[in-house]
Each structure stands twice: as C-alpha cells, then as structure tokens.
C-alpha cells in the first residue's frame, strides 16, 4: 500500500473478515512496520493465531472479535481502534458470507443473514468510520463486492443481491464524497479459492469452468487497485467486460450464461 500522507508516520489499515481467505491474506501483506492493523473476525481462536503470526513481522495488530451483524456495537468498535491504533485511514470492507441453492428453499434467517453481513454491516460500518475521515478530510473506504455483484447467477439469489447493493452503495458514497478528501474503491472479485465456497459451490465452479483465482493473488490486486486509486477493478478482464455488458445488454448475457445456469439446477437437484 502506498506511504503514509504527510505528517502520518504510519498507516491505520482495519480490515473486516481478516481471517477468511482473502481477508487473512490482506492482513499478512499489510503486516509491515509502516501499517497499524485493527483486524476483525467471528472466531476468536483463529483470529488470535492470525494476529500471533502477524506480530512476528513486526506489524502493530489490534484483533477485535466481532459479530458485524450486532449493529450497536459498530460505534464501540470503531472507538476502541481508534483509541489503541489513532485514526482509521482505510477501511477494507470484506467480511461476507454465501449461500448456494434455489431462492425458495432458503430460510427467512439465511436471507436475513447474508444481507445483514455483506450489505448492512460494511453500510453501517462505514458509516461510523465516516465522521472521523471526514473530520481530517482524509480516508479511503475499501468495499470488496464481487463479479456477482454485476452479474445475477442463478444459485445465488441473497449473495448477489446483496453485493448488487453494496457495488450501488459504493457508487452513490463516491460521488457524494467528491471533493471532501475521502475515497471510495469498489473492488470485484471472481471466483476465489477460499472457505466462503462450499465443496458444491466448487464443483459448479469447476464444472461450469470458472477461473480460480488464489486468495493471495486476490489480495495483491486490491492493493494494487488501491495504491492506483482506482473506484473500481473488476478482477479478470472477461469478468469484466461481462459485467459493463450485463448493465446494457442483459439479454445477451442471459444467452452466454445458459449452459452455466442449466449446470447450476443440475447440481442443485433443481432441473425440472
């Protein structure tokens, strides 16, 4: 990531979902004499041992175990980071979670669930970072969507609706933070080889011959697109491009993704 502005010594990185494939693989890259870390995650016991591998390179690391979808706690968070770390100069927003499967089976709490965590928590988040960023007039908030979030996969109804909604929060947030110091990236993954896949997600994936990508690989491209500025960076150039397509000509998206939605009711069992 690039230098500190003047007169920071060091950089205040917080990054949600740090110990998930791409998240884990963010806060190792980060870990550097010049970045002061406030990690969150669900799972104290992996976040501790993420944060005790960090510390060997001599990165300063604040682990904060979280639940992001108990929304009154957002302001506490953000408050004791603040107080440990100073002020938060960019927030990685990439904690989420998935689901694969037809709309109509999921529960009313799995719908409740992803929405909660990939759209409402990084929403409600960065809205308590906002203040202090705006106060300095200084900041990046670092939103990680998805190429779901441009593109409707059958299978995956909640998560892309959700990802929809954060690449619409990141668009509207840029351009009303035009010009007041604060940046917004919107960064779109494709498929990525982490935990947040199920062994059936992997199956369509490599049935239908999506492009894997590692987690590490994924990781460098995000700073990379954040060092360059970037509002957006799909990753891929075919993803890309089907993404700007799908935004004009739906139609002939619907056609070139035929064979993979035929694939995914397959192995959903939901072929008629």
């Known amino acids: ?34 970045t002061r870390l406030t990690i969150l995650a669900r799972d104290p016991a992996r976040l501790t041992d993420l944060a005790r591998q ?3 390179t001599a990165a300063s690391v604040f682990p904060i175990q979280a639940d992001l979808t108990e929304f009154d706690l957002l302001d506490e968070i953000v408050a004791a980071a603040i107080e440990r770390h100073g002020p938060i100069d960019v927030l990685i927003n990439n904690a989420a979670i998935n689901r694969f499967g037809q709309y109509e089976h ?11 965590t990939n759209l409402l928590a990084p929403m409600l988040l ?12 200084q900041g990046r908030i670092v939103n990680i969507g998805s190429v779901m979030g441009s593109i409707g996969f059958a299978g995956f109804a909640a998560y892309c609706s959700g990802k929809f909604a954060l690449r619409g929060f990141s668009e509207v947030l840029r351009r009303e933070l035009k010009g007041r110091g604060v ?7 494709r498929y990525t080889r982490t935990a947040l896949n199920s062994p059936l997600i992997d199956r369509m994936a490599s049935e ?8 590490a690989d994924v990781a460098r491209r995000i700073l990379a697109a954040i060092d360059a500025g970037k ?17 004009v000509l739906p139609q002939v998206v619907d056609l070139g993704l035929a064979r993979t939605t035929r694939k995914i009711l397959e192995i959903t069992g939901l072929a008629a």
């Open 54 to 56: 960090v510390n060997l």
């Open 126 to 137: 960065t809205h308590a970072v906002l203040p202090g960023m705006l106060s300095r007039r």
């Open 208 to 215: 239908v011959g999506m492009v894997v990508d590692d987690p």
């Open 1 to 34: 990531m690039t230098s500190p502005a003047p007169g920071s010594a060091v950089r205040h990185v917080m990054i949600t979902g740090s110990t998930g494939g791409i998240g884990s693989a963010l806060t190792r890259l980060l870990a550097t004499p010049e």
């Open 231 to 247: 509002a957006e960076c799909f990753i891929g150039r075919s993803e890309g491009f089907f993404a700007r397509l799908n935004g």
């Open 106 to 116: 999921a529960s009313r709490d799995e719908i409740a669930g992803l929405v909660s």
């Open 183 to 189: 940046r917004v990236t919107y960064i779109a993954p």
